[in-house]
């Protein structure tokens, strides 16, 4: 199976940064896109950067000019620098992989990693 570890959740100021990182690995498959969805209490869980393979990227608005997220497709590791954090930053973050596998897409997530910005 496809595994993804991710790291770099933690407490941050408002204002601070913070990077997160997931790196996939395991059997052999193909990479199509990788993205960090985030949900935070009483809110529905949405896209907060996504990139694929051909190198374009999206960003929820809320996070435009913040928030970068990046690749290394010799890692299969795909980051996500946060800049200038705010409270309402402050959500689960999950890692997804989009990939195709024994000729089927599929789609795999981290366990979350928790991201607190205090006031």
């Known amino acids: 199976q496809v595994q993804l570890v991710e790291s770099g959740g933690g407490l941050v100021q408002a204002g601070g940064s913070l990077t997160l990182s997931c790196a996939a690995s395991g059997s052999i498959f193909t990479i199509n896109a990788m993205a960090w969805y985030r949900q935070a209490p009483g809110k529905q869980r949405e896209l907060v950067a996504g990139i694929a393979t051909g190198g374009r990227t999206n960003y929820a608005d809320s996070v435009k000019g913040r928030f970068t997220i990046s690749r290394d497709g010799a890692k299969n590791t795909v980051n996500l620098q946060m800049n200038s954090l705010k409270p309402e930053d402050t959500a689960v973050y999950y890692c997804?992989?989009?990939?195709?596998?024994?000729?089927?897409?599929?789609?795999?997530w981290g366990q979350g990693t928790q991201v607190t910005v205090s006031s």
């Open positions: 997804n992989l989009d990939i195709t596998r024994r000729g089927l897409r599929r789609d795999y």
